[in-house]
């Protein structure tokens, strides 16, 4: 059990899939750098999101505890009810200096700022989405005010036309190029934060929204992707007649849509591109963290909030259903010298794992309202990796329209999954 408490790198991608990760298995995408975490650290290849929706999950793996416990059901909740059981709250009351690049997403944040709470951060660049005003405020919207400082105007650099909108769900476009893209931004931000002369150790949080839509990677990134060798969506003519039940539900596919329908292959090119723009400043965060002499004494966490459907049984975004593309995420544990190396993990795990995992590696209480299984035992390789836990829960409040709303669980046993509405 390592002595020390190290500094913890944790990276939380939006609507991110697991099958997206070259060294995972994914030929069509090129991630170096998440490959090369990967040989210095922990995949663990069976890890669920306890929500398919940005703020339950979210306020879940910050905490340790079920979006049901913690009453925060849905995106759009005005507030988050207890600060107190933040993970960077605790661990900034035990000496963690605590800073944030991109989202939180803790509370109501669609076409305002989300109110901030007492969440530990020291250091907070928030940026939800990377549009500008009438979006959100400039002033109280980190990257937009990086941007104006930089000369850089927000419709010229995406050619005069704005962003496509939630609705154009299956388009693509080349974005703003890579060097004032808001994921860059991120990495900028935690860069300049790491490499501060401090005392004790830090926590920072890299939260880009990519690659959440709209699909809109820098230019340079789309046009080096092979359009024609992209996987296609996995459907069955027969899906648009059963998703019809389920349709616009919390920025949901609005209608079930064949891949036959639209440019499918160059959809999911575009995704994988925000994905390789991520991987390419991973890189650029570890290469400082080695620079400055800090990466034997950090850990790196690699995940995603939760999936993305990418045209699956008719679909695109996430909400109601609880596929594979919108609950299986990435889940990457990496800190050389001190956690297994090259392991990949096929137990069960969900994400409310974290919290009593940073518990335990940093010699903290781990509160017995917590509801998550810490993973130190597999992490460093006391425990047989392929057991951890018998099955994964996951949740969705209000699925359906109202007045029919009502609370949809998922449990999966590793084998088959239990729906209810």
């Known amino acids: 059990m390592p002595n020390a408490r190290p500094n913890i790198l944790w990276i939380c991608t939006d609507q991110q899939r697991y099958d997206t990760i070259h060294a995972l298995g994914n030929e069509h995408i090129r991630t170096p750098n998440l490959d090369r975490l990967l040989a210095e650290g922990i995949a663990f290849s069976r890890a669920y999101s306890q929500s398919p929706i940005c703020t339950p999950s979210r306020a879940c793996f910050l905490t340790g505890r079920y979006p049901s416990t913690l009453h925060v059901n849905r995106n759009g909740n005005a507030f988050f009810p207890d600060p107190a059981q933040l993970i960077t709250r605790m661990l900034a009351h035990a000496g963690y200096d605590c800073g944030l690049a991109g989202k939180l997403h803790l509370s109501a944040a669609h076409g305002r700022v989300e109110a901030r709470i007492d969440d530990g951060y020291r250091f907070f660049k928030w940026s939800h989405h990377p549009k500008p005003e009438p979006f959100w405020p400039t002033e109280q919207h980190a990257y937009q005010r990086w941007l104006r400082d930089q000369g850089v105007d927000w419709g010229e650099a995406y050619g005069g036309e704005a962003p496509e909108g939630w609705d154009a769900q299956t388009s693509y476009r080349p ?60 459907f069955q003519d027969q899906e648009l007649q059963s998703q019809l039940a389920f349709h616009g539900i ?164 590793g084998r088959y999954k239990l729906v209810v509405y």
């Open 175 to 234: 974005g703003i190029e890579a060097r004032y893209h808001q994921t860059t931004w991120c990495a900028n931000e935690a860069i300049a934060f790491m490499t501060e002369e401090r005392e004790g150790p830090w926590l920072m949080s890299v939260n880009p929204f990519d690659p959440h839509p709209p699909f809109d990677p820098p230019g340079e990134f789309l046009a080096r992707m092979d359009m024609g060798s992209m996987p296609l969506p996995l």
């Open 250 to 413: 919390d920025h949901q596919t609005d209608k079930p849509q064949s891949p036959w329908d639209y440019d499918a292959r160059g959809m999911v090119a575009a995704y994988y591109a925000q994905i390789e723009l991520i991987d390419q400043q991973v890189g650029r965060m570890l290469g400082a963290l080695e620079a400055s002499g800090q990466r034997e004494n950090t850990m790196v966490i690699f995940m995603s909030d939760h999936g993305e459907m990418l045209g699956d049984h008719g679909l695109v975004l996430k909400g109601c259903r609880f596929y594979e593309g919108a609950v299986h995420v990435p889940l990457i544990v990496s800190w050389p010298g001190h956690l297994e190396e090259g392991l990949r993990s096929d137990a069960l795990v969900e994400l409310t794992d974290i919290v009593p995992t940073l518990l335990q590696l940093t010699g903290l209480p781990i509160p017995t309202n917590v509801q998550g299984l810490s993973l130190v035992s597999i992490l460093t390789g006391r425990a047989d990796p392929s057991e951890h836990r018998e099955f994964v829960r996951c949740e969705y409040h209000d699925a359906l329209a109202r007045p029919h709303a009502s609370h949809a669980n998922m449990i999966f046993d």
